[in-house]
T-cell receptor, first 110, second 114 residues
Framework: KQEVTQIPAALSVPEGENLVLNCSFT??????LQWFRQDPGKGLTSLLL?????REQTSGRLNASLDKSSGRSTLYIAASQPGDSATYLC?????????FGAGTTVTVRA | DAGVIQSPRHEVTEMGQEVTLRCKPI?????LFWYRQTMMRGLELLIY????????DSGMPEDRFSAKMPNASFSTLKIQPSEPRDSAVYFC????????????FGEGSWLTVV
């Protein structure tokens, strides 16, 4: 069974600092890996999708890397803003089934 | 597109009552997923459909839970009878098999069983 771990569970940074969120998984036979954002009381919004053949994906201030062999992914958020405060979840895809980590709750202080 | 639409957004019901949660996926998406989110267990996949056919229901906790997808634009998740431990947020999500597997989530149905 795929186990997905996210460290740290919570993170508080001052505005402008870069964010580094970590995700690890136990089974490297994955189809893809997705990073989601969840705001309180809301659903999940997909941020980045990395296919198993890719090493990274970028969208604006967000960059996600994938190292299948070591079972790790990292989400970088450059120049954080208070609007980036949310919970970020990593999900590993085996075919169409996603296994989620518990998330990292980020607070960006103005 | 309006996105994945779920109803009700919030429901409070008494133990033993039947609960029906509804979902309208994004038009054209051929995969539909039901997830449950709790503080203790995080996000868990309950069941998913492809072209209205249930593919994997191994995450359905027990026989009290059932899900149907009578057509491409509608799905239900039913709990009968409900129990307090079913209290959770239930998310519906959909995906287009040709879209790189990006999954789009609804806003969730917040269920409280008292």
């Amino acid at each position: 069974k795929q186990e997905v771990t996210q460290i740290p569970a919570a993170l508080s940074v001052p505005e402008g600092e870069n964010l580094v969120l970590n995700c690890s998984f136990t089974d490297s036979a994955i189809y893809n890996l997705q990073w989601f954002r969840q705001d309180p009381g809301k659903g999940l919004t997909s941020l980045l999708l990395i296919q198993s053949s890719q090493r990274e994906q970028t969208s604006g201030r967000l960059n996600a890397s994938l190292d299948k062999s070591s079972g790790r992914s990292t989400l970088y958020i450059a120049a954080s803003q208070p609007g980036d405060s949310a919970t970020y979840l990593c999900a590993v895809g085996n075919d169409y089934k996603l296994s989620f980590g518990a998330g990292t709750t980020v607070t960006v202080r103005a | 597109d309006a996105g994945v639409i779920q109803s009700p957004r919030h429901e409070v019901t008494e133990m033993g009552q039947e609960v029906t949660l509804r979902c309208k996926p994004i038009s054209g998406h051929d995969y539909l997923f039901w997830y449950r989110q709790t503080m203790m267990r995080g996000l868990e996949l309950l069941i998913y459909f492809n072209n209205n056919v249930p593919i994997d229901d191994s995450g359905m906790p027990e026989d009290r839970f059932s899900a149907k997808m009578p057509n491409a634009s509608f799905s239900t998740l039913k709990i009968q009878p409900s129990e307090p431990r079913d209290s959770a947020v239930y998310f519906c999500a959909s995906s287009d098999s040709g879209g790189g597997n990006t999954i789009y989530f609804g806003e969730g149905s917040w269920l409280t069983v008292v």
